[in-house]
């Protein structure tokens, strides 16, 4: 004997699989864009520069930056610009983050323990006291 699902659980899957469809259909269109505006390839793999990783990482310039020093991901600066290969993204992500439900939608996040600095510990400070820069 089979009991069918309620409305209400129909309707909350419903609603996901919405949200994932909109998310990836916007990923789709940056991605559409950005080649036919020229994308990059480095020995015959895509490269992504800043924006695009931002973009679909839906994370800020600073955590990328903070990506690259502290978690180790890999990127080449090109004509002072940084770009990442796609296999160095899609190691990262699988080696560093996870994804997590965040007011009802999935997100990526960044493990607990991983990175180079351990829970806990600060850099020391060179030298002594900080002074007030001058104007």
Partial sequence: MMEGIGKEVFEEWMQRLMERIDRLDGIISVLINKDASGVKYLDGERMYDNQDLCEMLRISKRSLQRFRSEYGLKSRRISR????????????????????TLDGKKVLKVKEGTGKKSPGKTKEKKGGKRTASRR
């Fill in 81 to 100: 610009k940084s770009y990442y290969k796609e296999s160095d993204v899609l190691e990262f992500i699988s080696r560093n983050m996870e994804e997590v």
